[in-house]
């Protein structure tokens, strides 16, 4: 069980005893035998047993009265820049892609939301020749895609941070949110990752009756915590989290190596040299980061309010909680925490994770029914496919996804080379009260 490893203070810390949670789920056990590294005690996130935090933000567009099918459009890894393809991504082409999907989504209308599930732009945006422009690139790129996405009706915006949303901007400005504007369009808003108001990324909100949505903060305990920072000099002007840095080098010889020969600089080496792919510990690098203590209590008072309620629940997370939908990389630093209290009695009304972070994407069903999906990236659609992007409707039995992927999609493994009829996933749900849909 993974709980045997965190620690505070140099002592173990075990979890507050809980009728029918006295050991892991037989998917966590199998996973901590192999691979999992705890880190709870380190990030001091171990104590799920106290009382949730008293701020917690929830803005909520429901509709009394019935439950209702959920229906929301959703698109990940953006990450436009006006640059030319390389390493195999088209930065340029993904904005066809999102104006692609926001035509698409309206056709099919009727939504409670619209989910962009993080990495909006691009870090190439904020190096090279637009190192030192102080973010006048970024807020090109962000009007760009926006232009698009402010098109997309819908009556609720989600967007999720990822790691390229701290590289193009400050924690600060993400609380706040970011203004852009099209003149030559006559467009403008303000691009927010919170409710206005809000300390805090993670958050949460009921679309409609019956259903309710937890946004997440994977970069809650991160290196790259405090984004980007213009006090620093660029490129790379990040002000590092030293616990977080710390942490990291702790389970992670080649940045440990790295930084100890480059004290204070950005972390630029291979960090997953020596790690087998498909091996959990390939987590900890810089591009993933962890759930802290207080987003940790707040999220198990979100998920016991919701079952008290008779919701049925939705995660939001850029970064992946499953190592089932992964390959290793993308996976939270306390993955095996997360997945536990999901796993466990208090998470029994959760049916679907929804991340993005990794470009082709993933799709896992654990043994409690729980759908742990990954988004593709448009990074990944060449110029003639007809990008990654899908609207989920879920009733009472079924989850469908309905939209594109590109080659190979483990979401939709028919997905077709060329634009044409949307493909189909029907995933079938647990019930409100967690029975198993295997």
């Not at 999907?101 to 619209?114: I, R, T, V």
């Not at 904020?126 to 973010?135: L, P």
């Not at 079952?307 to 049925?312: E, K, L, N, P, Q």
């Not at 060329?418 to 647990?430: D, E, K, T, V, Y």
Request: proline share 7%.
């Amino acid at each position: 069980k993974p709980w045997h490893r965190l620690e505070v203070g140099g002592q173990p810390v075990r979890p507050p005893h809980h009728p029918r949670q006295s050991s892991a789920p037989p998917s966590m056990a199998a996973a901590a035998g192999r691979f999992a590294r705890g880190v709870g005690g380190a990030l001091g996130v171990g104590a799920l047993g106290m009382t949730a935090a008293t701020s917690r933000a929830r803005s909520s567009g429901c509709d009394e009265g019935k439950s209702k099918p959920l229906r929301f459009a959703a698109i990940a890894d953006i990450q436009f820049a006006d640059i030319e393809s390389r390493r195999g991504r088209y930065y340029r082409e993904s904005l066809g892609v999102t104006q692609r999907s926001a035509k698409f989504f309206n056709e099919h209308g009727g939504l409670d939301f619209f989910l962009h599930a993080g990495d909006l732009v691009d870090f190439y945006n904020t190096v090279d020749e637009f190192a030192d422009d102080r973010g006048r690139q970024t807020a090109s790129a962000v009007a760009d895609v926006m232009t698009h996405l402010d098109e997309v009706r819908a009556p609720h915006s989600v967007f999720l941070i990822g790691n390229h949303e701290l590289y193009n901007w400050s924690r600060e400005e993400l609380l706040s949110g970011v203004p852009w504007q099209k003149p030559e369009r006559g467009s403008s808003g303000v691009l927010r990752f919170c409710p206005e108001g809000s300390g805090e990324l993670w958050h949460s909100f009921s679309p409609c009756a019956g259903w309710h949505c937890i946004v997440l903060d994977p970069y809650d305990v991160s290196v790259y915590r405090r984004g980007r920072q213009y006090s620093r000099p660029p490129p790379y002007n990040y002000d590092l989290d030293a616990a977080a840095v710390s942490l990291l080098c702790r389970h992670n010889t080649n940045v440990a190596t790295y930084v100890a020969e480059h004290p204070g600089e950005n972390i630029l080496c291979n960090y997953w040299k020596d790690i087998p792919d498909g091996d959990p510990t390939g987590r900890w690098s810089p591009i993933n980061g962890a759930i802290g203590a207080t987003q940790m209590a707040w999220l198990r008072g979100e998920l016991d309010e919701a079952a008290g309620r008779g919701d049925r629940v939705v995660i939001l997370s850029h970064v992946l909680v499953h190592p089932g939908s992964s390959d290793g990389k993308t996976l939270l630093w306390n993955y095996d925490e997360v997945l536990w209290l999901l796993q466990s009695p208090t998470g029994r009304a959760v049916q679907c994770v929804v991340s993005g972070h990794q470009h082709i994407g993933g799709l896992h069903t654990d043994e409690c029914g729980i759908h742990y999906i990954v988004m593709e990236s448009p990074l990944n659609t060449p110029p003639d496919g007809p990008g990654a992007f899908f609207v989920a409707e879920a009733d009472d039995v079924h989850l469908t996804l309905s939209g594109y992927g590109n080659a190979g999609s483990p979401i939709f493994p028919d997905a077709p080379a060329a634009p044409g009829a949307p493909s189909q996933r029907r995933l079938r749900l647990r019930s409100a009260v967690g029975e198993s849909n295997l």
